[in-house]
């Protein structure tokens, strides 16, 4: 597609400082812009790049602008950033969705579904599964038994989402994450480990996306719920009776044991590890690596194994990198102390 400056300014309420007539047939990343493409600046440490870049068309925020010419054409807007979202999310509408099914997918015949959905090839739909309008189902995925899917979801290629799984409006679930799996559960007797029945589903809300590679186990009885709105990484284990709330967003490799609830608006860093049974409050930030084994108040930010305030794991840490030094210090001033008692 071909876009001109001022086509791409009324998308996003900007003004131009240069040719309107600019023509953008592609996008770029600031660092390695060419003619023809578009871009944008939204921190004041690329602010170099405006003089630099050889795109044709930048998107800057007015803070940042202090010159009346640029070499490229400049769209000033409010916020960058979130602008050159809108952008890429009209983009990404324009490009269409699918309709219909493909060869070679199976559909029960008891499944119900909605209009303008597509299914894509070798994808099995299960019995008395629900499907809701204009939802994207690609290539080999699974839908299990009474599985309920709302509308404008996108399921893609080899996503497994096992039987009675419920998943909200508007959800993105990525290529081969699991919903619904068995959670782990086992209870141990003279004769070994005996498995204990997993009956439980998995609900997710509207508007969340699940990465690739992620594994979200039903719950043994009831549910394990993923809360609207919130953001899931890829290579991400969520354990069975996991309660997430609203709006949060959850790293690569983070794991989350079982029974343990967590709030709304809640950063949680890459690798982070949760046992189970706790309570994670409200606007909480949990540092990588961080390991979570005791229930955490609202807005406190923790790093460290086990985790403690941020604040303190910073100072701690400081007398540890010295910690040499100090067991030096201490065995001269121990040394010097025997010296005068034995004059």
Known sequence: MEFTASQIASFINGKIIGDENALITGVSPIESGEAGHLSFIAQDRFIHYLD????????????????????????????AYLSFQILMNLYQEMQGRKEGVEDGSSIHETAVIGDKVYIGAFTYVSEKAK??????????????????????CKIDSGARIYD?????DNCIIHSNTVIGGDGFGFQPTPEGFKKIPQLGNVIIEDHVEIGSNCSIDRATIGSTVIGEGTKIDNLIQIAHNVKIGKNNVIAAQAGIAGSTT?????????QVGVVGHIKIGNQVKIQAQSGVNSSV??????????????????????HFRNFTEIVNRINNLENNSKDKTNE
């Open 297 to 318: 108040n609202d807005k406190e930010t923790l790093y460290g194994s086990p985790a403690i305030s941020y604040n303190d794991y910073l100072r701690n840490y400081v």
């Open 131 to 152: 499907i809701g309008e204009g939802s994207q189902i690609y290539p080999q995925v699974y839908i299990g038994k009474g599985v309920k899917i709302g509308k404008n």
């Open 52 to 79: 630099a870049s050889q795109c044709s068309v930048i998107i800057v925020s007015e803070d940042l602008l202090t010159k009346d010419h640029y070499n490229s054409t400049i769209i000033a807007v409010k916020d």
């Open 164 to 168: 009675y799984c419920i998943i909200g």
């Open 262 to 270: 967590i709030g709304d608006w809640n950063q949680i860093g890459g």
